[in-house]
Antibody
Framework: EVHLLESGGGLVQPGGSLRLSCAASGFTFSSYAMSWVRQAPGKGLEWVSGISASGGTTYYADSVKGRFTISRDNSRNTLYLEINSLRDEDTAVYYC???????????????WGQGTLVTVSS | QSALTQPASVSGSPGQSITISCSGTNNDVGAYNYVSWYQQHPGKAPKLMIYEVRNRPSGVSNRFSGSKSGNTASLTISGLQADDEADYYCSSYTTSTSGVFGTGTKVTVL
């Protein structure tokens, strides 16, 4: 059974940094692209960042380019998101999600984690 | 990348059919057949209902169907049931090698 478990969220001050993790199990992690999707309280879904199966190519939404860094460790079956220069508008639940197609980055996701809440506040 | 446009709310009675539209551009919905739809109940993670415009993942009811014409995709729910009450989001792959979600639609079963 596929399982994605995010961790690392919490309360952080504006301008601060955080690293989110997503531990994957139940599938061949190194064969699938992965993404982070966030949802601000009471708002819609926003695709934030994606990474190819090998980790060699990364993709970012314009709203986070230059502040967020996605990475993965295929030996540990873990996806990461480094978030810097945090702003109030980064407050959201952050989900990790697995791409449907083997070896393709196509931004549609058949499995999601339960999410981790990031709150930016002074 | 601007969010895809969906109606804020759609409602229907049990047993009826409803359709949710998802309007994009030549750079997303109109560019590829990589449109997907998600159902999200309050406090839960999204669930994939449709991918590649019209494909249903295993376990998803055939009451859910998808289609696309030009820059607009649609999700139809037939035989509406109480448990279909949820938020629905469309999504598309874009020519910028990124993803974009729709604004979301709240479905109410009357």
């Amino acid at each position: 059974e596929v399982h994605l478990l995010e961790s690392g969220g919490g309360l952080v001050q504006p301008g601060g940094s955080l690293r989110l993790s997503c531990a994957a199990s139940g599938f061949t992690f190194s064969s699938y692209a992965m993404s982070w999707v966030r949802q601000a309280p009471g708002k819609g879904l926003e695709w934030v960042s994606g990474i190819s199966a090998s980790g060699g190519t990364t993709y970012y939404a314009d709203s986070v380019k230059g502040r967020f860094t996605i990475s993965r460790d295929n030996s540990r079956n873990t996806l990461y998101l480094e978030i810097n220069s945090l702003r109030d508008e980064d407050t959201a639940v952050y989900y990790c999600a697995k791409d449907v197609r083997l070896l393709h980055f196509l931004c549609y996701f058949d499995y999601w984690g339960q999410g981790t809440l990031v709150t930016v506040s002074s | 990348q601007s969010a895809l446009t969906q109606p804020a709310s759609v409602s229907g009675s049990p047993g009826q059919s409803i359709t949710i539209s998802c309007s994009g551009t030549n750079n997303d919905v109109g560019a590829y057949n990589y449109v997907s739809w998600y159902q999200q109940h309050p406090g839960k993670a999204p669930k994939l209902m449709i991918y590649e415009v019209r494909n249903r993942p295993s376990g998803v009811s055939n009451r859910f169907s998808g289609s696309k014409s030009g820059n607009t995709a649609s999700l139809t729910i037939s035989g509406l049931q109480a448990d279909d009450e949820a938020d629905y989001y469309c999504s598309s792959y874009t020519t910028s090698t990124s993803g974009v979600f729709g604004t979301g639609t709240k479905v109410t079963v009357l």
